[in-house]
């Protein structure tokens, strides 16, 4: 008597055959299945002859049924957990940047950088002029009117010394106070003028000098005394 044996695992058959064959890689079958069955999306099978489908690691997708391999995320995504069907962009402050691939994480961005978008590859430096102090900014911030940044990644600003201003935000440098003005204060964002009595010669004064005997000045803003004018005199006082 003949009898009919069902296909082991692994292989399949249709009615009225004399053999079983097997399934391909990407597909799969349990014992006496007339037919083979795709890996379902987020699992794989890079083998032939095979009754089971692997789970596509962390970091690792699958978009559709029956593939022989899991694809690794792109840069800029990432997937943490297994048997997925895509990927997951960064967040804004974060990128793939200082990860291997797979990518099963982001990364915040380091102060001096940022990630204003969703999906980046890598974290922006700060431009000159701007900074961020904090990890995982999504933007770099101008630095306000009175300080500067003359490089590049910036994690904090510098301040405008005495004798100096800066009154516009973002700026590269801080500029020295014109003849008859001063600044005697740190991180400000205009220079003062001299007062009456006194006069400023130089760039980038701190204060302003005191006229002297035989001089006076009686505007603001000057850069140098007037003699005082026959019969008449100044102590300096």
Known sequence: EVKCTECPRGYFSGAETFSCSICGSGKFSLQGESGCTNCDIGRYQ???????CNNCASGKFAASKGLQSCSACVTGQYQALTRQSQCKKCSVGQSTDGSNSPFTKCTECQP???????????CSICSIGQYSNQNAADRCKLCPKGYYYSNSG????????????????GQKTCFSCINGKYQNANGQSSCIECQKGKYGAENGLASCNVCPAGKYSDQEKLTTCKLCKVGLYSNSK
Do not use: R
């Open 154 to 169: 910036g994690t904090s600003c510098n301040i405008c010394a005495l004798g100096m201003y800066n009154g516009d935000i």
């Open 46 to 52: 890079s083998e032939s002859s095979k009754w089971f």
């Open 112 to 122: 001096g950088t940022a990630a204003q978008n969703v999906g980046l590859s890598s």
